[in-house]
Structure formats: C-alpha cells, structure tokens
C-alpha cells in the first residue's frame, strides 16, 4: 500500500520567517496531496490541496509544489504567524478509492 | 452550521466492556471515515463508507467494527476494547472521494 513519509516531525521558526515541510510518496498512481492543520483539541481542517496534473498551487501565504518524478511534495508557509502554529498532516491518495494516507505531523511552532 | 458531530469526546472505559462512538454529519456527504490518531504515527483509517451499507477496511481495522445505516450516521463500535485501542479518535466525511474532509472535533479513549 501507500507509504507517506513526512519531515520533519517538528519545526520552530519565528514570527516572519518561512517553514517548509516535505513528504514522499511510494505509489506512483497517487493522484491527490492535501495538506491538513490541527488545532489543538481540534479535528484537521483542508489547507490545501494539489492534483498530479499541477506542479504547484498558491493561496495567499501558503504554497504546495509537487515533483512527480521524485514522489515528494512540500508544503511552504511564508511570513509565518504565531496562529499558524499546530500540527500539519501531508496525505495522499490514488482515484481509485477512498483510502487517504497519512504522513505523521509535523509539529509548527512560531515564536513571536 | 455544517459541520461533524461525534460523542462522546471524551471515555474512559474497562477491557472488554462494549462502546460505541457516534459520528453525525448533517452535510449530506456520500463519504465518511474513521481515523485513530497516536504520537508518533500520524492519523491512521479505520474503516471507511461510501454510501449507505458501503463500507470497507481502511489500514487498521483490527478490533472496530462499523454500520451505516443511514446516510448522516457512521458510528465506530468497539466490541472487545482494549488497552491498545486507547487513542484520539476522529470521525470524517466528504462529498467525494478525492475532496476535503470534513473532521469531528475527536473522542479520546482510554481503555484501562
């Protein structure tokens, strides 16, 4: 099955800085990235999400990229604030079913 | 308000005594899912629905079962807890396959 690898499992940056966190992917029939945020005592919420037919997708301070050759996708968060701090899952899935594959988190810190 | 229900959010529970965990969503979504979610290992899929008596194995369904009955309600049962199932769990649906998930707020179990 899909294996998700996701890195690395924590990151402190401070306020204005950019955080980068990267994914691999074993299947190459993988189709569909998202990229989720945890809250604290929260369920994940839909950051954003990128199909293997795009290269990247932008949306105001948060990036995806995507490299189908290499199986890794990125997630890029620029001029980072304090509530962007939680727990960013990368996932991945192929059309075929439902099943959406998870990396571990990565924990986000931002200090002010 | 659309949005995910699930109860309880919090059980404490002893080995072997029956539970269920109740999902609701009112987004009359086709999709529903179940995650557990543990340090270190991300969040894993339990078992997942299609549509109304649809349902299959996701990677870790060892020990839950599920029905779904109706197409709001997916609820997870635990026929034998054990310590092992001590975990946050999560409750998902989406309108298709490859869209956004729409997450409970979670259902932290303890299995003594």
């Known amino acids: 099955g899909e294996n998700v690898e996701q890195h690395p499992s924590t990151l402190s940056v401070q306020e204005g800085d950019s955080a980068v966190i990267k994914c691999t992917y074993s299947d190459s029939a993988s189709n569909y990235f998202p990229w989720y945020k945890q809250e604290l005592g929260k369920g994940s919420q839909l950051i954003i999400d990128?199909?293997?037919?795009?290269g990247e997708k932008k949306d105001q301070r948060i990036a995806v990229t995507l490299n189908k050759t290499a199986k890794h996708f990125s997630l890029h968060i620029t001029e980072t604030q304090p509530e962007d701090s939680a727990v960013y899952f990368c996932?991945?899935?192929?059309?075929?079913?439902?099943?959406?594959?998870f990396g571990k988190g990565t924990s986000l810190l931002v200090t002010p | 308000e659309a949005q995910v229900t699930q109860n309880p959010r919090y059980l404490i529970t002893v080995t072997g005594k029956k539970l269920t965990v109740t999902c609701s969503q009112n987004m009359n979504h086709e999709y529903m899912s179940w995650y557990r979610q543990d340090p270190g290992l991300g969040l894993r899929q339990i078992y997942y629905?299609?549509?109304?008596?649809?349902?299959d194995k996701g990677d870790v369904p060892e020990g839950y079962k599920v029905s779904r009955k109706e197409k709001r309600n997916f609820p997870l049962i635990l026929e034998s807890p054990s310590p092992n199932q001590t975990s946050l769990y999560f409750c998902?649906?989406?309108?298709?396959?490859?869209?956004?998930?729409?997450f409970g707020p979670g259902t932290r179990l303890t299995v003594t």
């Open positions: 996932a991945a899935s192929i059309d075929s079913g439902y099943a959406l594959n």
């Open positions: 629905s299609m549509n109304v008596e649809v349902t």
């Open positions: 990128i199909r293997s037919n795009v």
């Open positions: 998902a649906s989406s309108r298709q396959p490859q869209g956004e998930q729409y």
